[in-house]
């Protein structure tokens, strides 16, 4: 009966580790296309106010 939960227990953890790992790389591709969106934008507001 324990080594069952402890089974399970590590089955939980590995698909938990891996989402978590998922939901890591979403969040750093968010932070890294803002980023990237946020240095476009600047760039045309800059040429607007050029103009």
């Known amino acids: 009966m ?3 939960k402890v089974k399970n227990n590590n089955k939980n953890n590995s698909s938990n580790n891996k989402l978590a790992k ?4 979403l ?3 968010l932070r890294q ?3 990237r969106r946020k240095k476009s934008f600047c760039k045309t507001k800059k040429q607007e106010n050029n103009e």
């Open 27 to 29: 969040a750093l591709a």
């Open 33 to 35: 296309n803002l980023k």
């Open 22 to 25: 998922k939901q890591a790389d």
């Open 2 to 4: 324990a080594v069952e």
